[in-house]
């Protein structure tokens, strides 16, 4: 089998992961992780930019490894091949295994805010120069330009 993975870059380690020790053949996209700051009508057409550049490419399928992330995968289509995607709100969702165990853990831990390896790893950027949600509130800034 053949597929075509694209992946926000949040999981560069564990898609790398999956992928080197898959018996498939899988060519590996990673976008920059802050896509959802930038609304449906930016994500989108991001996304389905990629898709479209894979179209005839001869792939069995093309695997999205994104959550629901704030509405940005909804309407993309493959125009010839299966459009694969997890069932899933957000990437913490995928990084805990199922909505049950987030809904748990965050009901016992309320106002618990999530960082992951990819998320510490990764510039917090968009790849298109648009500032991200984190960046506007300054949250990406080191302390020496807080000081400032």
Avoid at 36 to 48: A, I, N, S, Y
Avoid at 100 to 124: I, K, M, N, S, V
Wanted: net charge negative; aromatic share 10%; with cysteine.
């Amino acid at each position: 089998m053949r597929l075509q993975v694209l992946c926000c870059e949040v999981f560069f380690r564990e898609v790398c992961l999956l992928a080197a020790n898959s018996p498939h053949t899988i060519d590996v996209a990673f976008l920059p992780k802050g896509l959802h700051d930038l609304g449906v009508e930016r994500m989108v057409p991001r996304l389905q930019e990629q898709i479209d550049a894979r179209s005839g490419e001869g792939y069995d399928a093309i695997v999205m490894v994104y959550g629901l992330c704030n509405n940005g995968i909804v309407g993309l289509e493959a125009r010839d091949t299966r459009l694969v995607f997890a069932r899933a709100h957000d990437c913490i969702t995928l990084f805990m295994g199922d909505r049950q165990r987030y809904l748990d853990y965050f009901g016992a831990h309320p106002g618990t805010y999530y960082r992951t390896t990819g998320w510490l790893e990764h510039a917090d950027s968009t790849g298109a120069g648009e500032e991200t949600v984190s960046q506007k509130l300054g949250l990406a800034m080191h302390y020496e330009e807080m000081v400032r």
